[in-house]
């Protein structure tokens, strides 16, 4: 075998400016293929981060029953007793926040305009982690010991025409069925990312929440994670903490309540397929001709080896290594290549990214060459010369050895 | 039964109009340690004949054996297996390996065979040094005289230990003392180590090696050996 081996790569070098343009056209599509899939992952990275850390978070707890009944009997799903769970849960390593919210919907008011809002009452102190993607764009953040200052979104500043320091009156349904109203002073105005949910967000202290909706308890506990890889891990954890108390839970990860995540991932994998498969055939293309030509101008050799011994199946072997060594030095290659590409992208601040749709700000791309990107890529390169190898091999294999020797 | 017998052996090869029939239903016998030139004008089959012995190509009909082993119906896997073992092959233009050295070329018969790499190698140098290329162990093809490249394929068809050895006119591409060199090589190889050659040939050097020669006229074989003296029976080359 290792002669083998040695015999095909020594075969590979044989043809030094064939193979390296072969091995060049790798190295293209490598480079191509990681580079997108970067993006790419890049791309899902921040679509993932700006979903949990604006709005999700890892993992959210509810009373059981919550998502059958909290449309139907919204106030028999609270949590009760949220601080002690909230407690326990915040003592687990690799947990960043623990924070109740409770969310309602209702009429935003500044006596000039009315407007739909979306009101979500936060725990201003357990609030701070999930500021990183509200970019303040006036006035300040919301502060613990201001049980009046709400912040709005950019977009809602708009339709009420208010402005940092003007009263808003919300307007919503008790729980009891009563209307009622609240007020809060605009403290600052905030862009989530998403224009839509700019045009109707309200983000008020929690028990300003509490007093228009008239109950002490909560919608739900929100868990923020330091590092989105550890959420597998850390769940079972979270949910052997819920275990220990009488009350029963429903917990959700992000990804079972952001649906959207998973359409856009679908949909650029589905891309990236495409794509991947079309560098593969052109690669399959340039190496099923290196294979061929190199399988045409050896036929004297093949000849000389069937005629020492060697059999079909050791001459398959040979010109698979062979192409598939091919594929390995490409892919290879193509690794440092991409990570040049991508350093050099990181070097010049990346490649500035029109907003993509339902956001407002554009961003700045880079590669994120993840070993799965990278994975992907040689996986695809290498099975791809090992493809086009198949036919020059098995075609080697067949030639009848007498009219080999006449070359 | 001598270590080559053949029994009935025919060869065609479709042409324009009818098969041309090279080789029509023939015997022959070969005993161990025999050096057999085998001679006759261009195109009269002595490439077939040998090709068909070395179990490069099958016959249409009649059976060919090798050291008593009948190579009809063999699989691939076990043809290869007789190459390796029992036959040694010498081309004209001597088919070596160009990325590989002179040692590795005659080890490579060896590596199919299965043989450790120690002995390989040790195999490798005796072999080249009884071919008289001790000092060119580690030359590839390309950096050797023509002469040389057929020593090192002399020494890689005798690294298994053949009883046969088929050369299909192995002096072919090499000036005349270069190629009694050669024969000097394969007489002393026959005689000191009772390895049977078959060699095709135009040349009256090389047949004036063989203890016996072949006629083949249309498609038959005629043993010409105690006949007419050999130069009237040669085409002037
Ligand atoms: N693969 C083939 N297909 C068709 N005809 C062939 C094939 N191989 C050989 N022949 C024909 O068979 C005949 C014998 O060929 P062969 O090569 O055995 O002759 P030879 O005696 O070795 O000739 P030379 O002295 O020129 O080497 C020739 O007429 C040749 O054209
Ligand atoms: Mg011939």
């Known amino acids: ?14 043809n030094r400016r064939r193979t390296i343009i072969t091995v060049f056209s790798i190295v293209v599509g490598f480079s191509a293929m990681a580079c997108f899939g970067g993006f790419i992952e890049f791309s899902f990275e921040g679509l993932r981060e700006t979903t949990i850390r604006t709005r999700l978070g890892h993992l959210q707890i509810y009373a059981d029953g919550y998502s059958q009944h909290r449309v139907s009997d919204p106030e028999s799903v609270l949590i009760s007793e ?3 769970v909230m407690a326990h849960i915040a003592k687990l390593p690799g947990v960043a926040a623990v924070t109740p919210r409770l969310s309602f919907s209702g009429l935003g008011s500044t006596g000039r305009t009315t407007v739909n809002v979306s009101v979500i009452g936060v725990d201003p102190e357990g609030e701070e982690e999930f500021a990183d993607f509200e970019t303040l764009v006036a006035g300040r953040p919301l502060e613990p010991g201001d049980p009046e200052g709400g912040l709005i979104g950019e977009e809602l500043r708009n339709g009420l025409g208010a402005e940092v320091g003007d009263w808003v009156t919300v307007l919503t349904t008790s729980f009891g069925g009563i209307i009622n109203a609240v007020d809060f002073r605009v403290a600052g105005v905030v862009r989530t ?34 590092d989105t890889d550890d959420l597998s891990a850390l769940q079972p954890r979270i949910e052997e903490v819920l275990s220990m108390f009488d009350d029963e839970f429903e917990t959700r990860r992000w990804d079972e309540l952001a649906g959207f995540y998973d359409a856009v991932v679908a949909l650029y994998t589905g891309i990236f397929t495409v794509f991947a498969g079309i560098v593969g055939v052109v690669v399959m293309f340039s190496v099923a001709n290196t294979m061929t030509m190199a399988v045409f101008e050896r036929t004297g050799e ?3 080896l069937r005629a020492i011994g060697a059999r079909r199946s050791t001459l398959v072997a040979m010109f698979l290594i062979e192409g598939v060594g091919v594929g390995l030095l490409g892919a290879g290659l193509g690794v440092v290549a991409s990570w040049l590409i991508a350093g ?29 990107v990278l994975r992907n890529a040689f996986a695809v390169t290498v099975a791809a010369t090992l493809v086009s190898a198949v036919y020059p091999a098995y075609a080697a294999s067949r030639i009848r050895i007498v009219e080999a020797l006449q070359q | 039964m001598g270590v080559i017998s053949l029994r009935a052996v025919s060869k065609s090869y479709p042409s324009a109009d009818a098969r041309l029939e090279v080789l029509r239903g023939v015997d022959l016998e070969i005993d161990a340690g025999e050096f057999v030139a085998a001679i006759g004008p261009s195109g009269s089959g002595k490439s077939t004949l040998l090709n068909l012995i070395g179990g490069l190509d099958h016959p ?10 009948d190579l009809g119906g063999r699989d691939d896997r076990t043809l290869a297996a007789i190459r390796n073992k029992k036959l040694g092959f010498v081309f004209q233009s001597f088919h070596l390996i160009p990325v590989l050295t002179a040692a590795e070329n005659v080890a490579w018969p060896l590596v199919l065979k299965g043989m450790e790499r120690r002995s390989r190698a040790a195999r490798a140098t005796e072999l080249l040094e009884r071919v008289g290329l001790a000092g060119h162990l580690h030359r590839t093809p390309g950096r050797l005289s023509g002469g040389q490249r057929q020593r090192v394929a002399i020494a890689r068809a005798l690294a298994c230990r ?29 005689r000191e180590e009772g390895v049977t050659f078959v060699v095709s040939t135009h040349d009256p050097m090389v047949v004036s090696h063989a203890g016996r020669r072949l006629q083949l006229t249309e498609g038959t074989l005629r043993d010409t050996s105690r006949e007419r003296p050999l130069h009237e029976d040669l085409p002037h080359v």
């Open chain 1, 302 to 304: 093949i000849g000389a």
């Open chain 1, 82 to 84: 949220p601080d002690e």
């Open chain 1, 344 to 372: 050099a992208v990181q070097a010049t601040g990346g490649i500035a990214m029109p907003p993509p749709p339902g956001m407002s700000q554009g961003f700045q791309a880079y590669f994120s060459l993840t070993g799965d």
């Open chain 1, 193 to 226: 990312g998403s224009k839509e949910y700019d045009s109707v967000f309200v983000k008020v202290p929690i028990e300003l929440a509490q007093r228009a909706k008239e109950t002490a308890e909560v919608e739900r506990i929100v868990v923020l994670l330091d």
């Open chain 2, 162 to 190: 053949p009883k046969i050895i088929l050369a299909d006119e192995p002096t072919g591409n090499l000036d005349a003392v270069t190629a009694a060199g050669i024969m000097e090589l394969f007489a002393s190889l026959n």
């Open chain 1, 1 to 14: 075998m290792f002669d083998l081996v040695s015999l095909s790569v020594r075969n590979i070098f044989r």
């Open chain 2, 60 to 69: 249409d009909s009649g059976t060919i054996r090798i050291d008593g082993l």
